[in-house]
């Protein structure tokens, strides 16, 4: 019957196998992986993480959440955010660290069951879930972050003329994208000095109440900034929304189509420099 073995006396196992773990280690998971990363990375990646696995047993640690095991946390947690950012997928993650059991079946083998290995098994699954877990989480930030970056390049702020700007809109206009609407806007009226904003609606499909209040939050902040807003866009069918809807657009002007708002932020840039007087 195999003896209980004590972190230390797995420690002092994995060091005098240790090569031939970490090539059955290896040959398991390069053929797993069909080549997604070079057999040298792995070495490195493997030799990291086994060192790290030894000091963590060396200084008692039995469960990968002991603070023993700090270190071991993060490299594993390196390794699952640099796999996301390059398209593994959580297979191909989690399974660079299975495949250490290859190697500790070969351990086992070789000690003939003279030490019980069944902890090393066990602290095995336990870095393969804490993988999974960490490049799950990866991926999400990832997402988010480049969920981020497409709302910012789907809502442009375009210089038209000497003191016009353009927001064309296109698609749907919720919280988060009306927050970045107005933070582009409000930033490029205080970088170019424009006293004439217009919202250009062309693009999206359909105005309801909810729609019309994120317009109407977007002109108010142009306006504290001391630039007037024309929204643009009004087709027949989101008219008759608008119309159907109750829905007031007060002193704030509307024109049928992008070209007709620019001719009136220019007729009304014309009055400002004639009368002196803001628009």
């Known amino acids: 019957m195999a003896d209980a073995a004590t972190p230390e006396t797995l420690a002092h196992l994995l ?5 031939d773990v970490r090539s059955a280690w290896l040959e398991a998971a390069a053929h797993e992986l069909h080549g ?13 993480i086994l060192d790290a696995l030894l000091d963590g047993l060396r200084s008692g640690g039995v469960s990968l959440s002991d603070a023993a ?15 996301a950012r390059l398209g593994f997928t959580p297979r191909e993650t989690a399974i660079g660290v299975f495949a250490l059991k290859e190697g500790l079946y070969r351990l086992a083998a070789a000690t003939d069951a003279d030490t019980d290995v069944t902890p090393l098994l066990r602290l095995v699954d336990q ?8 490049f799950a ?17 789907s809502t442009p702020v ?18 988060a994208r ?24 062309t693009g999206v499909p359909a105005v309801d109440t909810q729609v019309a209040q994120h317009l109407l939050k977007t002109v108010v902040a142009a306006r504290l900034m001391g630039a007037e807003c024309t929204i643009s866009g009004i087709r027949p069918q989101i008219a008759q929304t608008i119309v159907a809807l109750g829905i007031e657009f007060g002193d704030i002007r ?20 004639r009368t002196g007087l803001p628009a």
Not at 127 to 134: A, C, P, Q, S
């Open 254 to 273: 509307t024109r049928a189509s992008l070209a007709d708002a620019l001719v009136d932020a220019l007729r009304a840039g014309r009055d400002t420099r």
């Open 158 to 175: 375009v210089k038209l003329w000497e003191g016009i700007v353009a927001v064309p809109l296109v698609g749907t206009l919720d919280s």
């Open 69 to 83: 095991f700090d270190q071991l946390r993060g490299i594993l947690a390196d390794v699952s955010s640099a796999r």
């Open 137 to 153: 989480a990866a991926r999400e930030a990832i997402i988010a972050e480049q969920a981020e970056q497409l709302l910012e390049l």
């Open 178 to 201: 009306t927050q970045v609407v107005m933070e582009k806007l409000l930033n490029t009226l205080v970088d170019t000095g424009s006293e004439h904003a217009i919202i250009d609606i």
């Open 127 to 134: 870095l393969g879930l804490f993988t999974f877990e960490t």
């Open 15 to 19: 060091t005098e196998h240790a090569d």
């Open 36 to 48: 997604r990363t070079s057999r040298g990375e792995l070495e490195r990646e493997q030799g990291e």
